[in-house]
């Protein structure tokens, strides 16, 4: 009689297909919804197995073999803002709109460390205290609201707009 039985070669062709199975569950999972804010560098997404159990053992009669894997993921994130160190200019802070950051390469050395270049496109906007200068312009005439505005420092223009108050009929 002829029986078939479960090879070395079945479980590591099983556990090969089921580690990149996970490991492209893990792309889409992690990389569609990144975590705090942070943009992630698929390129360091890295895979580990931390328990594996198949149902047949090597040379057990059998025509099938299932696998039980549990594995645990890796991969780099980084905070746009935290790529900026240089210091801030007094009385500014940063444009989160106006904020770019091109990834121009990446290498992981020996130790493990992976190494960043980037291009960072950074602007600034000084800070205004938005109600301390509504305070300051309430009952003002044009002239004034003028000569308050330009003694901040920092405006290089301004605008101002008359609207009607809305009343409830």
């Given amino acids: 009689r002829e029986i078939s039985v479960i090879s070395r070669v079945d479980q590591d062709n099983l556990l090969t297909k089921a580690q990149a199975q996970l490991l492209e569950k893990a792309r889409k999972d992690l990389l569609q919804k990144p975590q705090n804010g942070e943009k992630l560098l698929e390129q360091t997404l890295t895979g580990a197995v931390t328990q594996k159990k198949f149902d047949k053992e090597v040379a057990q009669e059998g025509t099938e073999v299932n ?17 900026f160190t240089d210091p801030i200019p007094q ?27 980037a291009n960072l496109k950074v602007s600034f906007l000084p800070k205004i205290n938005s109600l301390e200068i509504k305070k300051n312009l309430a009952g003002k005439s044009l002239q004034e609201a003028g000569r308050y505005l330009r003694s901040l420092g920092n405006i290089s223009g301004y605008r101002i707009i008359f609207q009607k108050p809305y009343q409830m009929h």
């Avoid at 039980?68 to 980084?78: E, H, Q, W």
């Fill in 91 to 117: 009385g500014y802070e940063i444009n989160k709109n106006d904020f770019r950051v091109e990834i121009l390469d990446l290498q992981k050395n020996k130790d493990g460390i992976y190494k960043l270049k």
């Fill in 67 to 83: 696998l039980d894997l549990t594995m645990r993921f890796n991969v780099l994130g980084y905070k746009e803002e935290g790529l």
